[in-house]
């Protein structure tokens, strides 16, 4: 009995496809992970480059890469992250070094501390903005 089957090589001529994420985004080259729908974590996140969150954390994120929450992604707890951007739910404050996007039919329940902030026209957002620079580096 053959427990695995043989995988083909494709041809020299042609590449073989590259997986999508799950939530319908793009893949923007960039080495990461998905958090697939109905996936639940508690406790912190930590993670380097990419992560997209489409299921549901209870507690912190901490990261300087970029964080997506998908559209059923669910985050209860702080998000302190490089960039982010929002849209499924999130109940905490989010702290960013580059920037903090809330698209139409997310909501927020918590402040936001950014260089740059996107708000679509149909975002929730309970809570206060605090627009800060960059801090120069150091010589």
């Known amino acids: ?26 893949d923007r080259g960039k080495a990461g992970g998905v958090l697939s729908s109905g996936v639940s974590i508690k406790g912190s996140v930590k993670f380097g480059g990419e992560l997209i969150i489409d299921g549901e954390v209870e507690g ?4 300087s890469g970029r964080l997506t929450v998908g559209k059923n992604g669910r985050i209860n707890g702080e998000i302190r992250t490089g960039s982010v951007t929002v849209y499924g739910t999130v109940d ?5 070094v580059e920037r903090c996007e809330l698209h139409s039919g997310c909501t927020l329940r918590g402040d936001i501390e950014a260089p740059r902030l996107v708000v679509d026209e149909d975002a929730t957002f309970l809570g206060s903005a605090k627009i800060s620079t960059r801090p120069k580096p150091q010589q």
């Open 1 to 26: 009995m053959q427990m695995f089957t043989p995988t083909q090589k494709p041809d020299a001529g042609t590449a073989p496809a590259t997986p999508k994420p799950s939530n319908g985004s793009s």
């Open 60 to 63: 912190s994120i901490d990261s």
């Open 92 to 96: 905490g404050n989010i702290t960013a």
